[in-house]
């Protein structure tokens, strides 16, 4: 009788935990990574005083592996120019498979915001190194705030949800 009320107590306990959420990286890669110097060696004589305006482009992307993996890709895009000129362009995809279970509807918040938080110092150190290695000066990329980020994605969705589904007036008759 005892050995059974343990059974019993070890089986709640089993199913229990199985019913917890689970989350775990399993592999961080690159994807695909690129670096173009368009203005060559003319840009390099103007490095001493380099003022570039930068322009830095960001998505996510998330794809299903199985039941419990999904594949999280970060893309950012990096320009630098000084005087309309392209100096450079640095572009990552840094990639990672995660492993995440019982998350119901908060899912795709985890696959659009944590998952992207967890990859991107990977993705700038690799910006900032390939840049270096073109031989322009360091740069270090500001930490995002992938929850804001995702909030802003999720709201503007939204909003055109709604304009999509707004009748449009028809047009006036004469």
Known sequence: MAD???NEGAAAAQQAASNEQQFALRRIYV???SFE????????????????????????????LDEQHYEVVL???LTASIEEKTAYIAEIQQAGVFFCQNFGDAL????????????????REAIDSVVTRGSFPPVMLS???FD???????????AEAEAAQQPSEPPPTH
């Open 4 to 6: 059974e009320q343990e």
């Open 75 to 77: 893309r950012l895009t």
């Open 148 to 158: 804001a980020f995702y909030k802003q994605a999720m709201e503007k969705a939204r």
């Open 108 to 123: 795709h918040q985890v696959l659009g915001s944590v998952c992207p938080g967890i990859l991107f110092p990977y993705a």
């Open 31 to 33: 994807k695909d990574l």
């Open 37 to 64: 110097a368009p203005g060559g060696t003319e840009l390099f004589s103007s490095t001493a005083n380099w003022q570039p305006k930068m322009n830095l482009d960001l998505n996510t992307s998330s794809n299903k």
């Open 143 to 145: 930490p995002i705030n």
